[in-house]
């Protein structure tokens, strides 16, 4: 099956400042990479995805960028503010149920 | 507006005892899964089902067992809790075809004493 890693388990950064977290995945197979955010006590929400056909997305502050050589795949999030601290989870899926394979997560905290 | 709602917010079970988790989604959603998560592991995956009565096995499923009568609601089901089962447990739903999103519900905390 597939194998997602993902780097760092924790990251803090100043208020400001570009947070970027790192992910790899296994099977070349895999064609769908979405990011969800987990506030603290929420549930995990989308915040953004990128398909296998594209090499970077932007959605204002965040960004997704894409390598499928190197099967990894970050995430971007640049002039963070506090409500950006949160858990994140990246994800690989080849489709299908649409079957979605977690990274272990990034505690992410952003300092004021 | 996607709503997938869980039965229970916080469960206390004993070791043994048959736990019975529901999630509910009212988006007509095909696809319907049961995740757990735990610190440093991220969210493992039980069961999945895309259609009612139909059910695939994913990461983790020792231990649970699953049930969709009907295509909004889907159970995960602990034949005998242990211990170990402490833990975490989230649903989700995602319509078939290229939508991937999945949507989450609020979560099931469960701990088996």
């Known amino acids: 099956g597939e194998n997602v890693e993902q780097h760092p388990s924790t990251l803090s950064v100043q208020e400001g400042d570009s947070a970027v977290i790192k992910c790899t995945y296994s099977?070349?197979?895999?064609?769908?990479f979405p990011w969800y955010k987990q506030e603290l006590g929420k549930r995990p929400q989308l915040i953004i995805d990128?398909?296998?056909?594209?090499g970077e997305k932007k959605d204002q502050r965040i960004a997704v960028t894409l390598n499928k050589t190197a099967k990894h795949f970050s995430l971007h999030i640049t002039e963070t503010q506090p409500e950006d601290s949160a858990v994140y989870f990246c994800?690989?899926?080849?489709?299908?149920?649409?079957?979605?394979?977690f990274g272990t997560g990034t505690r992410l905290t952003v300092i004021p | 507006d996607v709503k997938v709602t869980q039965s229970s917010r916080y469960l206390v079970k004993r070791t043994g005892e048959k736990v019975f988790l529901e999630c509910v989604q009212d988006m007509d959603h095909e696809n319907m899964f049961w995740y757990r998560q735990d610190p440093g592991l991220g969210l493992r995956l039980i069961y999945f089902?895309?259609?009612?009565?139909?059910?695939e096995k994913g990461d983790i499923p020792e231990g649970y067992s699953v049930s969709r009568e009907k295509k909004e609601r889907f159970s995960l089901i602990l034949e005998s809790a242990s211990t170990n089962q402490t833990s975490m447990y989230l649903c989700?739903?995602?319509?078939?075809?290229?939508?991937?999103?999945?949507?989450f519900g609020p979560g099931t905390r469960l701990t088996v004493t």
């Open positions: 990128i398909r296998s056909n594209v």
């Open positions: 989700a739903s995602s319509p078939s075809g290229i939508s991937y999103e999945q949507y």
């Open positions: 994800a690989a899926s080849k489709g299908g149920a649409n079957n979605l394979f």
């Open positions: 089902s895309y259609d009612v009565k139909m059910k």
């Open positions: 099977d070349s197979a895999s064609n769908y």
